[in-house]
């Protein structure tokens, strides 16, 4: 069975840090880009990072020199470090898994609530 389980969620301060991870199973991770999404309560989902097979990174404009997207293939694994965290990044964080070279496969996992408030 496919799965991908976020965690690393939590409630921090403004300017805190969080580390969220992904762990994947059931299809091969190596091969798929991975991407971390966000949705605010209220709004819509909104794609946060990117990372390909060949570990090119991009980011939405909002996020750029505060978080990092990496993967660890041998892990199976897709983080999203997150440095100075605002009010505004509060929301539930959701990893995706889209297949390469041919993009038939996609996949969501459940999300991890990040909270930032003080």
């Known amino acids: 069975q496919v799965q991908l389980v976020e965690s690393g969620g939590g409630l921090v301060q403004p300017g805190g840090s969080l580390r969220l991870s992904c762990a994947a199973s059931g299809f091969t991770f190596r091969s798929y880009v991975m991407s971390w999404y966000r949705q605010a309560p209220g709004k819509e989902r909104e794609w946060v990072a990117v990372?390909?097979?060949?570990?090119?990174?991009n980011y939405a404009d909002y996020v750029k020199g505060r978080v990092t997207i990496s993967r660890d293939n041998a892990k199976n694994t897709v983080y999203l470090q997150m440095n100075n965290l605002k009010p505004e990044d509060t929301g539930v964080y959701y990893c995706?898994?889209?297949?390469?070279?041919?993009?038939?496969?996609?996949?969501w996992g459940q999300g991890t609530q990040v909270t930032v408030s003080s």
């Open positions: 990372i390909s097979t060949g570990d090119n990174t």
């Open positions: 995706s898994a889209e297949s390469r070279p041919l993009r038939t496969r996609r996949y």
